[in-house]
């Protein structure tokens, strides 16, 4: 993907384009305190109508009661369109389709396929007896099931466990041809990293979308630790960005949301009109950044202000 000669007239213009849609991703809580921040953020993001909003499964499915009910929750008490995510570890075959019948039957219509990880933190994946081996086996059983829309991840940078980048992106392709119809990539710093990536992707005749994965940096600290677990690499003038700012957390917001609003609009600019926003659950930065792209709340048909109008993303 060549980067577009033609940029955004200024930097901090809202992109304000009909196209511009994104879609964020929350985890279910633990906790009271945790429900409780999980939906203050939830209403604070419903209004910039999201084109869906995801919901994790822990590692092992240790979270599927919590994902349901939180999925289950997000359609019945807000106008979001929830999906869910749905894996292939310690579960069998039947167990799996029988909570994808589930969600087609409260009116959940999207599911984020997923291999999934090991019950315990690194430890070796292997693939339940009686369940679907991979993601790609998962897809396809979806689609026995119902006419679900089905999304799977993407690597920029590679599957920690693929042999190769040729082997991760072959398993790419399989899962798009089982079924799936749009790919979400791990988190990606490097905007470069993602137009190689996109590049390779085009050249394997991968044609659905493939949307990046965006984090906000609540905790620089924290991101370089899950990074280097997940095979996300961290850039150095990333550490330099945030060097000595540990113990300033007003400040690691504001330039959190400044690097990744610029990582969007240098993306828009090469034509990427879909943006996954993985939110940890909280709303400030992610809402903060979508302002700054032109993402916001439809003014109310009361509202007889001449100040043009920008819409949030269509569904």
Known sequence: MTASTEASPLIAAPLG????????????????????????????????????????????????????????????????????????????????????????????????????DPPEVGG??????????????????????????????????????AASPEADLDNLKRKIDAGATRAITQYVFDVDMYRRFMDRVRAAGITVPVVPGILPVTNFATVVRFSGACGTSVPKWMH??????????ESRKLVAATLAAEQCRALYDDGVTDFHFYTLNRADLVYAICHILGVRAAKPASDTTTEPKTEGASA
């Open 17 to 116: 384009k009909r196209d511009l849609n994104v879609s964020f991703e929350f985890f279910p809580p633990k906790t009271d305190k945790m429900q409780t921040q999980l939906w203050e953020s939830i209403k604070r993001l419903e209004p910039l109508n999201p084109s869906f909003v995801s919901v994790t499964y822990g590692a092992g499915g240790s979270t599927r009661e919590r994902t349901h009910d939180t999925v289950a929750r997000i359609r019945k008490e807000t106008s979001l369109a929830p999906a869910a995510h749905l894996t292939c570890v310690e579960a069998t075959r039947e167990e799996v389709n029988e909570v994808a019948k589930a969600y087609w039957e409260a009116g959940v219509k999207h599911i984020v396929a997923l291999r999934g």
């Open 124 to 161: 070796t994946y292997s693939p339940h007896p009686g369940g679907y081996p991979y993601a790609v086996d998962l897809v396809k059983g979806l689609r026995d099931v119902a006419d679900f829309e089905i999304s799977v991840a993407a690597y920029p940078e590679v599957h920690p466990a």
């Open 240 to 249: 330099e960005l945030f060097d000595g700012l540990d113990a300033d957390p």
